[in-house]
């Protein structure tokens, strides 16, 4: 089974532009989590969605937003780019659903650098 | 608030060192505690999940064991190879159907050959 893909793996934008990365499950997985990765933070959850609904949210502001389409794939948006925003932004996806315990499985992320 | 700690934050040891990263872990509802490995520049690779007290998993050099405060992942005669950044995480109830995943700040772990 492929693994989870994301795209761009790298990127490069200006303070005030927007971003949108792009995230593909695993082949059968219905959930998708996105996360920010900061040196000083770690890993912090930004939001879950399941069968194109936002399912859980992490405490970031409304500039991150995300949606999942049909077919599971996710993007997530950043708008009005900040200096801290610069980060590693990590998509996971599970078989998720009921409430049983999934392991996410995660994408190698996107390298976000904000000057 | 759900809180994951884990220590120590970085570990440097000899190969052959047999030694143990800690998780400790503040959660209400605890469903699952998962180990995840963190190569520089990658995505978190996962490792195990351990459901309940008691618990004990296992894969090559590392076991992973499960207290009702507190995870350990035992790493025996490690190799250069070993050198990671290891992630602990919790998965808990956020409120309706809903769970959350908590993640600690991760042991980064050295191994000298």
């Known amino acids: 089974k492929a693994g989870v893909t994301q795209t761009p793996r790298y990127l490069i934008k200006t303070r005030g532009q927007q971003v949108t990365l792009s995230c593909s499950p695993i082949s059968g997985h219905r959930s998708v989590s996105w996360y920010q990765q900061t040196p000083g933070q770690g890993l912090q959850f930004l939001f879950e969605?399941?069968?194109?609904?936002?399912?859980n949210k992490g405490n970031f502001p409304g500039r991150f937003s995300g949606r999942q389409f049909s077919n599971s794939r996710s993007e997530m948006n950043v708008s009005t780019l900040e200096l801290g925003d610069s980060a590693l932004y990590l998509c996971?996806?599970?078989?998720?659903?009921?409430?049983?315990?999934?392991?996410?499985?995660f994408g190698p992320g996107t390298r976000l650098t904000v000057t | 608030e759900d809180q994951v700690t884990q220590s120590p934050e970085a570990l440097r040891l000899q190969e052959g060192e047999s030694s143990s990263l800690n998780c400790s872990y503040t959660?209400?509802?605890?469903?699952?505690l998962f180990w995840y490995r963190q190569d520089p520049g990658k995505g978190p690779e996962f490792l195990f999940t351990l459901y309940s007290a008691g618990e004990e998993k296992e894969k090559e050099r590392l076991k992973a064991t499960l207290t009702k405060k507190e995870s350990f992942l035992h790493i025996t005669a490690p190799k250069p190879e070993d050198s990671a950044t290891y992630l602990c995480a919790v998965q808990a109830y956020s409120g309706g159907s809903n769970y959350k995943l908590t993640f600690g700040k991760g042991t980064l772990l050295t191994v000298n050959p």
């Open positions: 959660v209400s509802g605890l469903r699952g």
């Open positions: 969605y399941f069968s194109e609904t936002q399912r």
């Open positions: 996971a996806s599970s078989a998720g659903g009921d409430r049983r315990v999934y392991e996410q499985y």
